[in-house]
């Protein structure tokens, strides 16, 4: 498993770091951000294929600003894809 971080752009969290093979993410931590929410969203996602995710929470929007920390997740993990 290899590292990443990400740096959300237009909410609330600072920073998202993640471990994945490239195919599973695991130990999703955020940075800042609706604490109770990043965490029940860091637990459900944990352990999950990379594509599964980005499937689930792509789009996700919160409070009408065109994305949200599940949305940024779903960023985060295609840059992943992307890169490798």
Same mark, same amino acid.
């Given at each position: ?10 909410? #609330?969290?600072?920073?998202? %770091?993640? $471990?994945? *093979? &490239? $195919?599973? !993410? @695991? ?6 951000? #609706?604490?109770?929410? %990043?965490?029940? +969203?860091?637990?459900?996602?944990? &352990?999950?294929? !990379?594509?599964? !995710?980005?499937? /689930? +929470? @792509? &789009?996700? *929007?919160?409070? &009408? /600003?065109? %994305?949200?920390?599940?949305?940024? +997740?779903?960023?985060? +993990?295609? $840059? ?5």
């Amino acid at each position: 498993m290899n590292k990443y971080s990400f740096k959300p752009q237009g909410v #609330c969290s600072a920073l998202i %770091t993640f $471990e994945s *093979d &490239g $195919e599973i !993410v @695991k130990n999703i931590q955020f940075t800042r951000g #609706c604490n109770g929410n %990043t965490k029940g +969203l860091s637990a459900l996602a944990d &352990g999950m294929k !990379v594509k599964d !995710v980005i499937a /689930r +929470l @792509k &789009g996700t *929007d919160c409070g &009408g /600003r065109g %994305t949200s920390c599940p949305d940024q +997740l779903a960023k985060a +993990l295609e $840059e992943l894809i992307a890169n490798n």
